[in-house]
């Protein structure tokens, strides 16, 4: 490549590691082909492992760091398995080992992100990952229906029309460097990922979203492949899109990358049970918003509608070249 590509990704769940396997480094390097790779990883889960550990330490939950550190360890296949394990019996059932070691590990070192620094050491990662913020964060939804809830877990779980979602408090800070790092950044990636609940977490810690808002990095929204039932039931694209404005400002996406393969039949009657749909791809909507609509074949194998990490690279790498001038 004629230079370093500086790319940032933010988001939680299984779409952000989805991203940072398909821009992994080769082995042995920080950088892959020149792109120099940061995640910015939201920290408002409180469901399941990560939940019960935020309940009973008081710690920040670990889940989503953990799947991000893991996707972008360069470490022994026996270890990321390990951390990826998680116990089928007794007071341990349900906690990936990982999580407790991140835990353990904040409580050793007396702070989130020196244990999570220390972490990039552990699993030897090719990149950096970063916490959204260190102070502890509920989300919160507000329903269209006129009420609320708080925690991530419930909001999910709801079923209910969402009007918006906010952080509380809503003054957390975030850390110094993610916000550096988008500063810098030539390409800044949104999602694929929960809109409500994995995306826009991280652009409601304000700094964040005003480094988004301020950045001179090509930003583009890799859309979800389907809906998701209790969050983004019957979204098209641009309205994907239009929440993110809503809640941050128009300035935070210049394009949008959607998958064009369509679902198999198998696909779509799993996912029409669960009430769920492919996203529908609406590009004249999306052009008025003023974005680039960016189409490739991104849908992996399988039974889910999951991208396809080889795809989504191919495809991410293509963009760098043709529009940040990288070859």
């Keep these: 490549m004629k230079k370093t590509c500086r790319v940032v990704a933010l988001g939680g769940g299984t779409g952000l590691p989805a991203v940072l396997q398909a821009l992994k480094p080769a082995k042995g390097l920080r950088e892959a082909n020149g792109c120099e790779l940061s995640a910015i990883v939201t920290v408002t889960d409180d469901g399941g492992s990560s939940g019960r550990l935020r309940k009973q330490l008081g710690t920040l939950p670990p889940g989503d760091l953990r799947n991000c550190l ?25 906690h990936a080992v990982g999580n407790l070691f991140i835990a353990a590990l904040a409580e050793v070192t007396g702070d989130f992100a020196r244990a999570t620094r220390h972490m990039h050491e552990i699993l030897a990662i090719r990149g950096t990952i970063y916490p959204s913020t260190l102070e502890s964060v509920q989300l919160v939804a507000h329903f269209k229906d006129g009420g609320s809830i708080r925690g991530e877990a419930a909001i999910t779980a709801a079923h209910r029309r969402i ?32 809109l409500y609940t994995s995306v826009l977490p991280n652009l409601l810690v304000r700094q964040l979203g005003e480094a988004l808002r301020r950045s001179r990095a090509l930003r583009i929204y890799v859309c979800n492949i389907a809906t ?78 999951r991208h396809d990490p080889k795809k989504l690279r191919a495809a991410l790498y293509g963009l760098m070249e043709s529009h940040l001038e990288i070859a």
Aim: hydrophobic content about 40%; charged content about 25%.
């Design 70 to 94: 893991v996707a972008l360890s360069d470490a022994p296949e026996v270890l990321r398995r390990l951390f990826q394990h998680r116990f089928k019996h007794g007071g341990l059932k349900g």
């Design 163 to 194: 009007r918006k979602i906010s952080l509380d408090p809503d003054d957390c800070r975030a850390i110094p460097e993610a916000c550096e790092a988008l500063k810098k950044a030539d390409l800044v990636l949104l999602g694929p990922g929960s």
């Design 228 to 305: 998701q039932p209790g969050e983004t039931d019957g979204y098209s694209a641009s309205k994907h899109v239009r929440v993110l404005f809503d809640h941050v400002g128009p300035w935070v996406c210049d394009a949008v990358l959607c998958n064009t393969r369509p679902l198999s039949a198998a696909q779509r009657e799993a996912y029409r049970s669960q009430g769920a749909v492919p996203v529908t791809v609406d590009g004249k909507r999306l052009k008025a918003l003023g974005l680039m609509v960016l189409g490739a074949d991104l849908l992996a194998a399988g039974p889910l509608a």
